[in-house]
T-cell receptor, first 110, second 111 residues
Framework: DTAVSQTPKYLVTQMGNDKSIKCEQN?????MYWYKQDSKKFLKIMFS???????INETVPNRFSPKSPDKAHLNLHINSLELGDSAVYFC?????????FGPGTRLTVT | DQQVKQNSPSLSVQEGRISILNCDYT??????FLWYKKYPAEGPTFLIS?????DKNEDGRFTVFLNKSAKHLSLHIVPSQPGDSAVYFC??????????FGTGTRLTIIP
């Protein structure tokens, strides 16, 4: 019984395409996040949602749009993909303090 | 502006010995610190944390030390085991649960 799950695990696509990554948590947590780990291994927050409301939006291009249909889901939609979007994207959730991460989605833009 | 720094990108330690991973931070507002462990192709997993009101927290083989005046924390693993080989990330936050991560240290335990 996975706590934070993401699909797909790997995503290879061409520049200019639009793609989505799905995330679900079955922990009953109120807060969900998207983090990005780039080629230099920096792990940085992109978005944070609390009870379906956007709380944190770090300087992320408008091409990235998170959507939270309910408390247990936070999907990430990316428009007009660029080469620089290639990275590993981690979904995470938390209640108080400890943040739990999903397994990651490796996105490769060619 | 890297607010959380792990200056050693890699560390090799003999099995059975102590592994010491270091982390420095610049933002004095941080009040909660965490260590995460990451295996290849997996998400980071929580290891141990410490609040800024403490200077030490211990959980089995893992101990985290916090020196607020030096803005420094360290993770001690003793005894080190082969399964401890992974990338270790230090992270910090204050209030809003937005974690700021260091760049990670790859720990290799030599059998």
């Amino acid at each position: 019984d996975t706590a934070v799950s993401q699909t797909p695990k790997y995503l290879v696509t061409q520049m200019g395409n639009d793609k989505s990554i799905k995330c679900e948590q079955n922990l009953g947590h109120d807060t969900m996040y998207w983090y990005k780990q780039d080629s230099k291994k920096f792990l940085k927050i992109m978005f944070s949602y609390n009870n379906k409301e956007l709380i944190i939006n770090e300087t992320v291009p408008n091409r990235f749009s998170p959507k939270s249909p309910d408390k247990a889901h936070l999907n990430l939609h990316i428009n007009s993909l660029e080469l620089g979007d290639s990275a590993v994207y981690f979904c995470a959730s938390s209640q108080v303090g400890q943040v739990l991460f999903g397994p990651g989605t490796r996105l490769t833009v060619t | 502006d890297q607010q959380v720094k792990q200056n050693s990108p890699s560390l090799s330690v003999q099995e059975g010995r102590i592994s010491i991973l270091n982390c420095d931070y610049t933002n004095s507002m941080f009040d909660y610190f965490l260590w995460y462990k990451k295996y290849p192709a997996e998400g980071p997993t929580f290891l141990i944390s410490i609040s800024s009101i403490k200077d030490k927290n211990e959980d089995g083989r893992f101990t985290v030390f916090l020196n607020k005046s030096a803005k420094h924390l360290s993770l001690h693993i003793v005894p080190s085991q082969p399964g401890d080989s992974a990338v270790y990330f230090c992270a910090a936050n204050f209030g809003n649960e937005k974690l700021t991560f260091g760049t990670g240290t790859r720990l290799t335990i030599i059998p």
